[in-house]
């Protein structure tokens, strides 16, 4: 994925990124379930970025590629 997509720019507009108090509760979420902060950044990246196709073509299989990463 490309690195610019992941720049916290791409998502400031969203309250988990914009907002201090909902971005620690996003943080201590994440870490009470073993999940890192950067694959939900990247999940909802994906979302933004495929939200106006019609088809998922491909979507799965990115789905599963981030979700392979948390341990």
Request: glycine share 6%; with cysteine.
């Amino acid at each position: 994925m490309d690195n610019e997509a992941l720049d916290e720019g791409y998502l400031s507009d969203l309250p988990l990124w914009a907002n201090t108090k909902a971005r620690s509760i996003l943080e201590r979420v994440c870490a009470d379930h073993g999940v890192p902060v950067d694959v939900i950044t990247e999940l909802v990246t994906l979302q933004r970025e495929r939200q106006h196709q019609e088809r998922a073509a491909g979507v799965y299989p990115r789905i599963e590629e981030i979700l392979g990463r948390i341990d």
